[in-house]
């Protein structure tokens, strides 16, 4: 599959599920696993570094949304709160399933050809897509490596610079019929959930 397929795919896919209820969200999740067992050992280390972030965003809808309070008890979260929060902890944990297909299928350097594909009409109309090609590409060479301890520092005060690759290779396969049906399929059903 064309790389800008996937790109487009993943695209349509989280903005589709942003319209998703419950049920939606939820078969959705369960597709992602029959894509297989390294996505899902990735989406369990996607889930668990957001972890707190999901408890945060959880208990902040929770206890923000007005409604009735749970149990009738006045500082309970309300059962409204609690049905939001808990469907965006859920869209956001599928969203964290879908960036770890990306990422698994795709890997750095085919994010990068993938993000080249999509952006090179552009330049049809004067914007240059290398610069932000180039930029996604040194930020996720800098995400492969962990950083050493108070590196942050020394990049601030100027001791340390970014390194990264003096060239940047990009390679495209052709664009096939397929990667045409599948890229419009996907975005056929982003349309229908937007619509309905």
């Known amino acids: 599959m064309h790389p800008s397929c996937n790109l487009i795919i993943w695209l349509a896919l989280t903005l589709a599920l942003q319209t998703l209820g419950f049920a939606g969200a939820l078969l959705l999740g369960a597709a992602l696993p029959a894509l297989g067992g390294a996505l899902l050992r990735a989406w369990r280390r996607q889930v668990w570094r957001a972890r707190w972030l999901l408890l945060a965003l959880w208990l902040i809808l929770a206890w923000g949304a007005p409604g009735e309070a749970w149990q009738g008890i006045s500082w309970a979260p309300t059962y409204e709160g609690m ?6 902890t859920l869209r956001l944990i599928v969203m964290l399933g879908l960036l770890a297909w990306l990422l698994e299928s795709l890997g750095r350097d085919g994010l990068v050809s993938a993000l080249w594909g999509l952006l090179h009409a552009c330049r049809a109309i ?3 897509p290398r610069p932000l090609v180039v930029r996604l590409a040194l930020v996720l060479g800098n995400l492969q490596a962990p950083p050493e301890k108070g590196a942050w ?3 601030l005060d100027g001791r340390r610079q970014s390194a990264g690759p003096a060239t940047l290779n990009l390679s495209l396969p052709r664009w096939a019929a397929r990667d045409t049906v599948l890229a ?8 229908a959930a937007l619509i309905a």
């Not at 049905?83 to 965006?88: D, G, K, P, T, W």
Request: glycine content about 16%.
């Open 184 to 191: 419009g399929a996907a975005l056929a059903g982003l349309l």
């Open 83 to 88: 049905e939001i929060a808990s469907l965006h």
């Open 126 to 128: 004067g914007i240059d």
């Open 153 to 155: 520092r020394h990049l």
